[in-house]
């Protein structure tokens, strides 16, 4: 029986990625009409000079490690999610250990029991709703379904409380993220996709690994990634983290879109790669026959203009149980964490020594750490777990930031780095704020009359007569029209 399960596990295609839930259904043909400006001239000035509107919106993003206590029914997240005072546009919400991380559910089916708990409380808590039995069912059907909308009767917004809305949640055996944005604002999500990274048991298994959420809002991607990590605090266990977040880095993909201009890896984000690689040759030789029928600043100046959008369209958040430890006797850890000598500690922070030696997570960024370790803490209690004198068998946990947010990529401002004190897991939540610059381009009539004049469609008819691995073999490199 057990190869059997285990044999399906690793055969599984995607370990399920497409099996997803989600309160409307994914946007990707619905496309927000463009404004174009009055503009007749074909200069090289408005050829290729898109205009930008920039909105800013507040991304809260949050990681919990469960420890496999499952959420009392009448959980109030609104102090976790800071609504009153502070509410976003957009809630990330990551998890790990929903459920025990038992071979049953390791290698068994996926049970969303808890999953769908989650989204009741987290739908009650941003739409300011009180959690009833109505609502629960309401949650089950929803996740019963996997990508489609609320039927329009039964819809929260209906009756005048819906706000946020699930655009997409996805469970991996523990690790579970769950994505919401304001109503209004869902239209403008397109591209919804997920990828699940097994690095587990056998290296495959979901016990550990990742669930990442790709999606598109306007003309921004944004990628959120919900880890969690080789465990351990032995020296030498942080190597086992960082080929686990090499693994991730690796063998996450979604998929590049209906015009092949997504990234598909979480990193995938140059712009000549994306571009000279993804459109057809064709296209390439009328680029080159622009650079000799204008003038080469144009080229010059369109693809300064284009690596200036590309290199900001993409955001990657990553949040998680990361696992990274304090290298520092467990006396002395404990000393320092009572005495608040947070500097020290840090010093000493695994995942801050590999970002600074370059062993991991080159380029990204980690906001101020200025909250107590958030691991490992008696359940129902303040006190750090630790080594009780004449009680044998008991492992020793030396406190640690084990929970933390990483981001990548340009446009992000974290306002909020903090921790929050529920006591029902043995892990302390943690959650950031961010600010986000999204542009709205709108394409000039420059670039839009050229692709519609005399000149484009002559050189148009021109390649239509010659097929364009004929003109790449000859290896022609001017032609007169």
Request: hydrophobic share 35%.
């Amino acid at each position: 029986m057990w190869p059997r399960l285990v044999a399906n596990k690793i055969l599984r295609k995607r370990l399920g990625s497409d099996n997803l839930v989600a309160d409307c259904p994914d946007a990707n043909e619905t496309i927000p009409e463009i404004p174009s400006l009055d503009q007749e001239s074909l200069s090289q000035k408005t050829l290729f000079n898109d205009q930008k509107d920039t909105h800013k919106y507040k991304v809260f993003v949050s990681t919990w490690n469960m420890g496999g206590v499952a959420p009392p029914k009448d959980l109030n997240m609104e102090d976790w999610l800071d609504t009153r005072n502070n509410s976003c546009d957009i809630y990330i919400l990551g998890f790990q250990e929903i459920v025990p991380l038992s071979a049953g559910n390791i290698l068994g089916s996926e049970n969303s029991r808890i999953s769908m708990r989650w989204n009741s409380l987290i739908r009650a808590a941003l739409n300011n709703t009180i959690p009833t039995p109505e609502t629960n069912q309401e949650a089950k059907a929803v996740e019963l379904q996997k990508v489609y909308p609320i039927k329009e009767g039964n819809s929260i917004e209906n009756s005048g409380r819906q706000e946020f809305r699930c655009i997409i949640s996805k469970q991996m055996v523990g690790i579970f993220i769950s994505v919401w944005v304001r109503s209004d604002l869902s239209q403008f999500i397109r591209h919804l996709s997920v990828s699940c990274v097994g690095c587990g048991i056998m290296g495959y298994l979901g016990n550990k690994g990742s669930v990442s959420v790709r999606f598109r809002l306007h003309e921004r991607s944004f990628c959120f990634v919900c880890c969690h990590l080789a465990s351990g605090g032995r020296v030498g266990d942080e190597r086992h983290r960082n080929s686990d977040v090499a693994e991730i880095m690796s063998r996450t993909s979604f998929p590049r879109g209906p015009k092949l201009d997504l990234p598909q890896k979480i990193l995938d984000h140059e712009y000549e790669s994306r571009f000279f690689f993804n459109y057809p040759n064709k296209l390439l030789i009328v680029i080159c026959l622009l650079i000799i029928c204008f003038d080469s600043t144009i080229y010059t100046s369109w693809r300064i203009s284009a690596n200036t959008i590309w290199s900001s369209c993409s955001q990657v958040i990553l949040l998680g149980d990361l696992n990274y430890r304090i290298t520092l006797p467990e006396a002395t850890t404990r000393s320092l964490v009572e005495k608040r000598e947070l500097d020290v500690l840090l010093k000493h922070d695994q995942l801050r020594a590999e970002l600074t030696e370059g062993q991991v997570f080159k380029g990204w960024h980690e906001g101020a750490v200025e909250f107590a370790p958030t691991y490992k803490y008696y359940p129902n209690s303040d006190v750090y777990y630790g080594c009780v004198q004449g009680r044998k068998g008991k492992k020793r946990r030396t406190p640690a930031w084990c929970d933390r947010i990483l981001w990548f990529g340009k446009g992000l401002k974290q306002n909020e780095y903090t921790r929050g004190e529920s006591k029902l897991s043995d892990h302390r939540p943690v959650r950031a704020i961010f600010t986000t610059e999204v542009q709205v381009l709108r394409t000039s009539n420059g670039s839009k009359n050229f692709f519609s004049s005399d000149k484009f469609r002559q050189l148009k008819n021109f390649f239509d007569m010659f097929p364009t691995d004929e003109l790449l073999c000859n290896g022609r490199s001017s032609f007169q029209i």
